[in-house]
């Protein structure tokens, strides 16, 4: 990600499915995505990636947050755009992304936390060898009030030492 991408930050983090999968409230002008970007592009903790399509086009966005290089963990998040989804663009980033982390990191687990009724995110982690670690009850803010389960997955080094990825677990090649 660069200072370039704001434009597309602020025309995707606004889209229906991709705000109502985040906590945080989207940003409400341009101004507001210049700051998603730059804080983004300059906190030591998030290690950001723009997807693009064939063409160059933006199709999404990957990052690790909360990266914590003394403890030697980290999360990983992705969005797809919805023109892009459902052609394995998010297992096939959280393979690279997994890949490079532990090959370039000091990080012994990486994890990511999706809502429970997310069958696409929970599916990319399982094809990407993140085992599923459990629930994690009323997790954030829902629509209207209500409370929202996650459940996180990981994996750590010693998997991924094993070969990776582990083909026989499905998803994009
Ligand atoms: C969730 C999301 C990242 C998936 O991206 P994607 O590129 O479509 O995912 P993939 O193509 O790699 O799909 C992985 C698997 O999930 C399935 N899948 C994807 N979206 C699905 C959906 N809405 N419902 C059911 N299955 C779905 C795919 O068919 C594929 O299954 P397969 O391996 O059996 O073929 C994307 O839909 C998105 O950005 N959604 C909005 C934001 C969001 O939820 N982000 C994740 C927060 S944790």
Redesign the pocket.
Known sequence: MTEADVDFAFNFLR?E??A???TPAPPQNIEGAQAWVTRSVTTPSIVPWVLEDSTGAGA?FINLQNYDPVAGVTEV??????A???????????RAVTEWTFRNLPVHRVY????LT???????AL?SNYATEGILRSARPGPGGIRLDSEIHAITRADFEKGYPIASR???E
């Open positions: 889209e499915h991709v109502y999968a985040r999404g998040g992705f969005l797809v755009v919805p892009a989804r459902r052609r394995g663009l998010a297992t096939k980033a959280l990511l936390v999706h809502d997310n069958t696409g995110s929970c599916k990319a094809a499905g998803g994009a």
